[in-house]
């Protein structure tokens, strides 16, 4: 069962990935005074910016006026119920993470790149070692020194790598944790003041183990 954004951000704080700040919307007279705002159609598919369903705005006026413009949309045949509504902010550096299970191994993976915010597709295909990955041991999950592993192979070394770790380490708990069978943050960015927040993020869940998550349960 794929979850939306709102929710799989909600569920990313929890595990302390930090995430912009922001409210979700059901209509556009909910937006108060605001400053320059990113508006997120929540629609379960993926092409969502590429297809509109992402908007900026500078000021409440003309965040209304986009508002209203994707509650009117249609996103890839889906109709747009709720926005999410965050505070842009100054992005230095993006990258991917990712764990999920090998389509033929049935191993869990993680996945990690220093060029996120592009579909992980496009970088692939261009090679070059642009996406770093390393299976991991269900009951031993992914400890630090595997972490900081994997983000040496992907050339980070002293304050962004120690950064990095926690955030991985982090993913492999929420995954195993909440019976997920994909988690991702693309992009996970370094913003001008120095913070890692998770822009955006797709979480998959396991739909026979629903009973063991009753927060999830009304879905």
Known sequence: MR???????????????????????????????VGEVVLKAQVLTGGRQKAGGVLFAQGP?????????????????????????????????????????HTSRKVPLVLFSRQGGVEVEA????GAGGIFQRSFDLLEGFPEYRAR??????????????????????MVALFLEMDATLAEI?????????????????????????????ELESR
């Not at 249609?74 to 990712?98: Q, S, T």
């Not at 970088?123 to 261009?126: K, T």
């Not at 040496?152 to 770790?165: P, S, T």
Request: glycine share 8%; charged share 30%.
């Open 3 to 33: 979850l939306y954004e709102y929710e799989s951000k909600k569920i990313l704080q929890a595990w302390g990935i930090p995430i912009p700040s922001g409210s979700l919307l059901a209509s556009p007279e909910e937006i108060g005074e």
């Open 123 to 126: 970088v692939a295909q261009r």
């Open 61 to 101: 006026a003309e965040a209304r006026q986009q508002a209203r413009q994707l509650f009117e949309a249609e996103i890839r045949g889906h109709r747009v119920e709720r926005l999410l509504m965050e505070a842009k902010v100054e992005v230095e550096r993006e990258y991917f993470l990712g764990v999920t299970y």
């Open 186 to 214: 693309n992009p996970l960015a370094r913003t001008r003041d120095g913070r890692y927040l998770a822009l955006d993020c797709h979480l998959e869940i396991e739909e026979d183990a629903l009973s063991r998550h009753p």
């Open 149 to 170: 592993e994997l983000l040496v192979e992907a050339g980070l070394k002293g304050e962004e790598l120690m950064k990095l770790v926690g955030p991985l380490q982090r």
